[in-house]
């Protein structure tokens, strides 16, 4: 799994609901499903027909049926009971392992999380070799920053609540609270043999999940966390502002995924035109393409691992399939499925699983993932630094 963060969690139906939100987001942006889900838009999208053998492959498992739900939720709410928690069951028991059912209040830090805000205390967390959960990262101004936190920390209760016990994604769920700014929670961390209890303040946090950054050898360094609003943009810009010749090493380790819509935007900064990916929708096939003018010629490395999914795990795929890159690091964690929002009576979201994300060469990723070119579990980067300047994208 990869580490979790109270910007957002990802996680299978079924791991504490108020820490997810459903097709993305994690390792730092999330650990859960923030999106995997369809592009509320879907620019440079095509649907391309009816798909051959829908419901033979192993991922096409049939849909949920969105009007049964509804009807489930209507008739709990007709009898005086939570139309919410009818839905939950209802999804529980559909099998569907990414569905999930949101109140206004948790959909609406979804949408928020999207346009790269939310509310915490900026930190992510993670288990240690000693299974222990600790800060893996702190957000610089953040809540935890100013109260001289750091990376290495061992979290070991959240309100009082020891987290040992707990999933990394639902220790996140307690940082992260009600979603409220300005409410307290209060950390028993250690560090070395000092222990104590620090009371934060949650805030809105804005993220930064792109960094750029120029490399000893010449070569240019873009490091994605999530897929956010306008993160497509931002990596077509860096590709074009990066130095004639330059490589590129793409880093989407830890990244799990975002909008549709950005992965692909950012497949075109090194693509010109073509598929991304196909997915299916109810057994009707669609595909996603890559707008044209992108930089071909560029060296390009991606670095992935076992937190790379959802979005990042289709640019992987359009880049690897097309042979546009060489991919290097360990095999991506698998979160292949298309999740489309149905609003229930009671005004409550359910995000539900409609199809499956397939690679331009028509691999699946769902529950399989995409192993790289290159295997590194161990020095990746020093690996994907080593590719790179062989391909002439160093000094």
Request: with cysteine; glycine share 14%.
């Amino acid at each position: 799994m990869p580490d979790g963060t109270d910007l957002l969690c990802i996680r299978p139906r079924g791991v504490l609901r108020g820490a997810v939100l459903t097709l993305v987001f994690t390792g730092v942006l999330a650990t859960a499903a923030a999106t995997g889900s369809l592009p509320r838009q879907e620019p440079a999208v095509k649907r391309t027909g009816a798909s051959p053998g829908a419901g033979q492959r192993p991922e096409d498992r049939p849909p949920v049926d969105g009007a049964a739900l509804r009807r489930a939720a209507a008739a709990a709410m007709a009898d005086g009971k939570s139309g919410k928690k009818a839905a939950e069951e209802f999804v529980s028991r559909s099998g569907d392992r990414w569905g999930a059912v949101y109140d206004k209040r948790e959909y609406a830090e979804f949408e928020q999380a999207l346009d790269g805000t939310y509310t915490g205390v900026g930190l992510s967390a993670g288990r240690a070799g000693d299974d222990r959960v600790r800060v893996t990262r702190v957000q610089a101004g953040g809540p935890a920053a100013r109260a001289g936190l750091r990376a290495g920390d061992r979290l070991v209760s959240v309100d009082g609540r020891p987290v040992d016990g707990l999933s990394v994604s639902e220790a996140v769920a307690l940082l992260r609270g009600d979603g409220v700014p300005g409410s307290s929670v209060a950390l028993r961390v250690e560090r070395g043999r000092a222990a104590w209890t620090q009371t934060l303040r949650r805030a809105r946090l804005a993220t930064d999940p792109v960094t750029v950054r120029r490399l000893d050898d010449g070569a240019v360094l873009i490091r994605v966390e999530a897929f956010t609003k306008g993160v497509g943009t931002r990596v077509r810009d860096a590709v074009r502002d990066a130095p004639a010749g330059a490589g590129v090493l793409l880093d989407l380790r830890g990244n799990a995924g975002g909008l549709v819509a950005e992965a692909a935007t950012a497949a075109s900064a090194f693509l010109d035109g073509g598929l991304v990916a196909t997915y299916d929708v109810e057994g009707e096939e669609r595909a996603v393409y890559a707008e044209g003018g992108g930089d071909t010629e560029r060296p390009l490395v991606a670095l992935v691992d076992g937190g790379t999914m959802s979005a990042a795990e289709l640019l992987t795929g359009a880049l690897q399939d097309r042979g546009r890159a060489v991919t290097v690091g360990s095999r991506t964690f698998g979160k292949g499925s298309v999740q489309m929002p149905s609003t229930l009576p009671d005004g409550s979201v359910a995000e539900l699983t409609v199809g499956h994300y397939r690679t331009p060469a028509g691999h699946a990723v769902d529950g399989r993932g995409i192993t790289p070119d290159l295997t590194a579990a161990e020095r990746a980067e020093e690996r994907a630094r080593t590719v790179l300047s062989g391909l002439g994208g160093g000094s």
